[in-house]
Every structure is written in C-alpha cells, then in structure tokens.
C-alpha cells in the first residue's frame, strides 16, 4: 500500500478481481489487529473507497437479506436522501434511500459514488456514540440500494428533548453535550470530518444515549483535495464563515458546529431563528453569533465559556474536540489556546468547579468487595483531614463501584496553582503489559473502573494541563 505503482494497479481492478480485493480489504479492516494493519487502516479505507468507486461495486459482506419493508412512504429525510422504516431480524431498522428522481440519473456513476462513499466510511464506526451501521439492502427498491441502521424510537435530540418536556421529565443537557464530544472526538481521531454535525443528526438511542448520525458529507482528513472537493450543502446555520467563504471542511468546522449544537440543545431552535438562511449566512461572516441562551434554559456560565471559544472567527484559536472532551469529563480546566499552554486558571468556571468546594486535605481509600465473585464489586469511602488553604477539586461523589483483589489509597492537596498531588503509576511495573510511563488521572476520577483495579496512587506533583 506504500507504492503508488501498487495502488495504481489496484485501481485499475474491475468486475471480479475488484469484487474479491474489496471483500478482501473490508475483511482487513473489521479486523486490523489480528492482520498487524492497525497503522495502516486510514491508508487501506482510502483506497478500499477509491477502488469501490472507480469499480462500481462494494464488498459483498456489507449485503444483508431478509431486510422488509411493507411501508414505501418515507418518514423521514433531509436534503439528500429520504428515511423509511423497516424490520430487519424482527427489529426496527432505518433504510436511507438517496433521493434522485429519476433512475437514469441514479444509475449514472457520481450518485453510486456519494452512497458508495458514505456507506464505506460509516461502515468502518465502532464508537458507543455513533449510530452503528448494518447493511445494505439491494432488494427493497431496485434498483436504488439502501444503507440500513438501528431504528431510533426517540429521534434525533430535538425531537426527544420536546418529548421528555411534554412529559415533565429531566432532560440531561450537560451528559448529551459530553457524549457529542465523545463521538466527534472518535471521528476526529479516526480522520474523519463529520461535515453536518446539527441536531438533526443526533439520535437518541433506547437508552437515551447520544448516537451520531449522517456520514453524507463527512470527509477523510488524509484524503487529496481532489477527493475532498465535492463536498457541499449541509445546515449553513452550523457552518463556519471560512466555509461559507469556500474553504474546505476540517476539525475546526466541526467544533464550530458543535458550538452551534450547544446552543441549539438549551433553546430547542437553530441557530438565529428568527432569520431567513441568507440572513443567517451574511451574519456569520460579519461575526455575529448567537445570543448566550436565558430564561427557562439558562446556559451555565462554564458550557457559554466554552462556546465561545468554540466559535471563535479564527479557526486556529478554536479548541479541539479532544480538549473539550477532557473539559467536560472533569479532568482539569480547558486548555484552548492554539500553542498547547493552559489560558484558564483551576478555579476558573470550568464544571468541576460547579460542585462544593472543601477545605480540607482529601483521603480516599478503595477498599475491595470480599467475595470471590469478580463481579461483587467494592466501594470507594471519603474521610478528610485539616489542611492549610482550599482545594479547587470537589468532594468525591457517593460511593464508586468496582471490582478488586487489592487496596489503593490516593491522597491529594493543593500544591500552588496548576498543581496537585495526585498521580498513578502500574501496580505491577515489572509487568511487559504494564504501561511504563505515568498516567494522570482527574480529581477522584479513574477514566474507567476496569483501570481503578490496575493502578495504585502515590503522592506526586504533577501538572493539570493535560
């Protein structure tokens, strides 16, 4: 795959021998580790979608049977494709049919490119946070080929978030807003620009978890520009002005747009409602930006904090979706500036700093479950010893579960200001699976319990800047 005179070759494949390549190549990548491609997975989907292109075909492991669909109506759809709901192994499935008029112009070669397209890079997801992708059905409207997902009952965020206020319930504006990130910053360290990141395209699973929706227009960030130039539409309200202003898509579209988002979850409206689209467009480009939300669904200080930043004009001053995810997951204060140096102090507005604040040295011991069964699980205490000064970090929250064979104690105080003494090393550093350098965890916080069992605490200094 390092020789152009071998990816030339390859391109050149078609009918049989390009149908066996693809399935070949798809079979790689569902399974990278155990072909030792794992570095070389972003190269082997570039051309496994060039190749699917130029040959007209896809891999035959991405065609399902038995998908049915006894309503033709659509449900649903947006710009470029029309939704219809199915069953597929007796449960609900969405089909997205892209929406052409006629079959002569389906037929012709640039509109199997965008489905082919599409289809391959969404098949290649595996992330909690994005909709998971099925298939494709051949069969239901031929000659038209379907993509085929999970069927969202709750819909996109909107939809569910009228819903769950029809209803009297919460809604988890602050959880979502994290589980968005998350997903973006999959994409982003897959290469992958998601291109319409809006409410829209933000489903909401059976348990009400956030499913990243729509790969239409989503780009490959190690693709050529030649490949990269179609790109086109999408909600111009969500759109950045250097885009408006013909520059492609990349990251920092997409943390635009994720401020967009924001800002749409806490007043259940687009982006400048009450303006006509060339309205909206032309104030974007002269700077304007939407109202900080009040009211009934006042935006907290730190999420209009973010925004901000998020939005910014210069695209180089807006934070990536891997420092918005550190932020919002409570592992320390927002580090947004361009050149890699904190901008905000650790007793800035940020959302660990949204809970109590304690003036004492914090003790937290991890004592294990006593029974043999792996699954009982342990419970982590508090106790808290006089200490000069306060400490920025909240209180840890009643008492976390996991499981474990060992005790850890972890001890932390304040030492200045960016500091804590609060770090993990391997329990077993002889270990050759062990990691071997230290790894920095958030006040009180394991990033999973499968790690809380792995790692003991010691009192060291470390940086907060992630």
Known sequence: MTSSIH???ILALRGEPAADTLQVMQKILDDPQTYDMVEHRHTLRRLLIRLSQSSRSLPASLFLQGVECTDREPVGGGSFADIFRATFKKRGVALKRLRVFQVSLY?????NSALYREALVWRQLNHPN???FLGIDRSTFRPYLCMVSHWMENGNIIECMKHLLKIGADIPREPWLLEIIRGLAYLHQEKIIHGDLRGANIMIDEDLHIRLADFGLALLSDAGSSSMSSHGGGGTRWTPPEVLNGKRPNYQSDVYAFACVCIEIYTLRPPFPHLKDAQAVA?????T????????????????????RCWAKEPSLRPSA???????SYDGPLNLSPNGQPEMSPYSSSPIHQQPIMEAQEIVSFTPGHSSNPSTSSSATRSTSPSSGSSPFPILSPP??????????????PIGDGTFNHISFPKHPESPSAPTQPFRTGPAHFRSLSEAADYQMVSHPVPLSP
């Open 7 to 9: 990816k030339q070759n």
């Open 107 to 111: 037929l012709k070669t640039e509109h």
């Open 130 to 132: 994005t909709l998971p």
């Open 283 to 287: 104030h974007i480009i002269q700077g």
């Open 289 to 308: 930006r939407p109202e900080r939300p009040r009211g009934e669904f006042k935006m907290q200080d730190y999420v209009w904090e973010l925004v901000t």
């Open 322 to 328: 891997d420092a918005i995810l550190d932020y919002l």
């Open 400 to 413: 976390l579960s996991f499981s474990s064979d060992s005790m850890f104690e972890s001890v932390r105080s």
